[in-house]
């Protein structure tokens, strides 16, 4: 079945950091791939999506290229924020009968301090 | 306005209880889904709804049972419940649920917590 596998955190960063959270994915067909960021306390926010191969999506200073060849989408940001403090998940869609259902990915917690 | 509203954010109850947790959209989207969150964060489907028609009910205890009266609300209902239901519920909605790339917005979630 399809399958999503993040990297392990919790990630610790100082300000004005690097980030990179990994993330690989097993699927079917072509899925089209997602990163969610979870603030403390709310729901799921959609921060990024790419729908095919080489696609890069982008939002709020933050990158991810789905790459076929490798499965990975992985996600960056050249330089964090305290305000990005919160939990990080990848995921994707299958297409075909998959309904739009989401699979995702165990979720990254990344703590940013000043 | 609250694009995907949930009732109530917070629900204490005892094992055995039965209890509902509503969920409305006002996007005027077409497909509605229900996700627990367990305590380590892993999320994972539940069932979806599709212009009020079942099309996802992932290995769900049948003590759960969703309710689509229309498109803008689904509920879920949960009989005889069990310490092991304590996660949080989030509820979702899309504009179509076939393939492509449709995202789906969030609920802010309810914390269910059986003593």
């Known amino acids: 079945g399809d399958s999503v596998t993040q990297m392990e955190g919790p990630v610790t960063l100082s300000e004005e950091a690097f980030l990179t959270i990994n993330c690989t994915y097993t699927?079917?067909?072509?899925?089209?791939l997602f990163w969610y960021v979870q603030y403390p306390g709310e729901g799921l926010q959609l921060l990024l999506k790419a729908t095919k191969a080489d696609d890069k999506g982008s939002n709020k200073g933050f990158e991810a290229t789905y790459r076929k060849e490798t499965t990975s989408f992985h996600l960056e940001k050249g330089s964090v924020q305290v305000s990005d403090s919160a939990v990080y998940f990848c995921a994707l869609t299958a297409g075909g009968t998959s309904y739009g259902k989401l699979t995702f990915g165990q979720g990254t917690i990344l703590t940013v301090h000043p | 306005d609250t694009a995907v509203s949930q009732t109530p954010k917070y629900l204490v109850t005892q094992m055995g209880n039965d209890k509902s947790i509503k969920c409305e959209q006002n996007?005027?989207?077409?497909?509605m889904y229900w996700y627990k969150q367990d305590s380590k964060k892993f999320l994972k489907i539940m069932f979806s709804y599709n212009n009020k028609e079942l099309i996802i009910n992932e290995t769900v205890p049948n003590r759960f049972s969703p309710k689509s009266p229309d498109k803008a609300h689904l509920n879920l209902h949960i009989n005889s419940l069990e310490l092991g239901d304590s996660a949080v519920y989030f509820c979702?909605?899309?504009?179509?649920?076939?393939?492509?790339?449709?995202?789906?917005?969030f609920g802010p979630g309810t914390r269910l917590t059986v003593t």
């Open positions: 699927a079917t067909g072509y899925p089209s």
């Open positions: 996007l005027g989207h077409d497909t």
């Open positions: 979702a909605s899309s504009q179509g649920g076939g393939s492509g790339p449709h995202e789906q917005y």
